[in-house]
């Protein structure tokens, strides 16, 4: 009873009418937190998953509709190559365990980034998780999995490219909106807030078009240890911002 109640006070804290509709998180500090602890890399990936897990049930309990964590990156791959294929591997097995989570608890997944370019084992598993849970609607969940915003952007104008080729557009036709409808991210609303952990500040190719105007929120915090009450700190800030997209309030 007294953890309940101390959990509604703490969701008290916030306006749930100023709700981000978008969140989008850079996951970052993982190997930092691990060395901190004279403990190997993969072990701050492993405690890196349990932060996910949190974050995802804190945007449930909180009534933020959509999801978007950086999970890893077109650049990734230039890491030592045991450190990636434990990565892959992890991302892997964490499908496979929380497959019934994800549609026990009506979250929608969607992956973005070159898939075509991952083990076609694991595109098999996101295939069949898209799948599964493509109508539930408590939670859009976003992974950016072989992401980079600039390849993204690039493979935008392939598309309209294909399709000014094929006669379905004209070069007249082409405006902001044509180049959004053939984003990744197509048919979502761009991030309202980009939280980064580790304290790191910058972008890391992260979204580029889509968080134009996006409120930014870099936390000292490590990954692995981001809990509900960091969440509620950045979005407490989020609540202050005056948002005026370039004009005047």
Partial sequence: MIINEYKNYKNKLIDNIKLPQHLAIIMDGNGRWAKKRGLPRSTGHKEGVKAVKRVISNCIDLNIPILTLFAFSTENWKRPKNEVLNLIKLFGKVLDREKANLIKNNIRINFIGRLNELPNLLTKKM???????????????????????????????????????????????????????????????????????????????????????????????????????????????????????????
């Fill in 127 to 249: 295939n069949e998780l898209i799948e599964l849970t493509r109508n539930n609607n408590k939670l859009i969940l976003n992974i950016a999995i072989n992401y980079g915003g600039r390849a993204e952007i690039v493979d935008a104008i392939n598309s309209i490219i294909l399709d000014l080729y094929d006669k379905k557009i004209k070069i007249e036709d082409i405006n902001e909106n044509t180049v959004r409808n053939n984003l990744y991210t197509h048919g979502l609303p761009d991030p309202d807030l980009l939280i980064r952990t580790g304290g790191e500040m910058r972008i890391s190719n992260f979204m580029i078009w889509q968080i134009a105007y996006a409120e930014f929120w870099v936390s000292p915090v490590f990954w692995p240890d981001f809990d509900k009450n960091n969440l509620i700190e950045a979005i407490k800030d989020f609540q202050k911002r005056v948002r005026k997209y370039g004009g005047k309030v």
